[in-house]
Nanobody
Framework: QVQLVESGGGLVQAGGSLRLSCAAS????????MGWFRQAPGKEREFVAA????????HYADSMKGRFTISRDNAKNTVSLQMNSLKPEDTAVYYC??????????????????WGQGTQVTVSS
């Protein structure tokens, strides 16, 4: 019912910025919570950020607070992740996710029902 496609990843130097986008199709995600996760090679997939259906409530992992900003545009059926002050340890594949649950904040993988294919972010020293 929902397909998610991430874009905007790439190679950036430490201290730089990237903006990731996630486009949803097949069904509107206006009533879904949306989140971003990331996974580095050999590491577990970890929570990055989440935004509620109304766009007013957001939550971030501690290492992302003050550097990353999640936002959504329900009219366009998209969610974005603005990443500033990037560090080499931010290097990972970033995944967009959507979930219909109402528990807040949704920081676990099982709280999401749909996932994108991921986009690579590489931060050089």
């Amino acid at each position: 019912q929902v397909q998610l496609v991430e874009s905007g990843g790439g190679l950036v130097q430490a201290g730089g910025s990237l903006r990731l986008s996630c486009a949803a199709s097949g069904r509107t995600v206006s009533s879904y919570g949306m989140g971003w996760f990331r996974q580095a090679p050999g590491k577990e997939r970890e929570f990055v950020a989440a935004v509620a259906w109304n766009g007013y409530s957001t939550h971030y992992a501690d290492s992302m607070k003050g550097r990353f900003t999640i936002s959504r545009d329900n009219a366009k059926n998209t969610v974005s992740l603005q990443m500033n002050s990037l560090k080499p340890e931010d290097t990972a594949v970033y995944y967009c996710a959507a979930g219909a649950g109402r528990l807040w904040p949704p920081t676990q993988r099982y709280e999401y029902d749909y996932w994108g294919q991921g986009t690579q972010v590489t931060v050089s020293s």
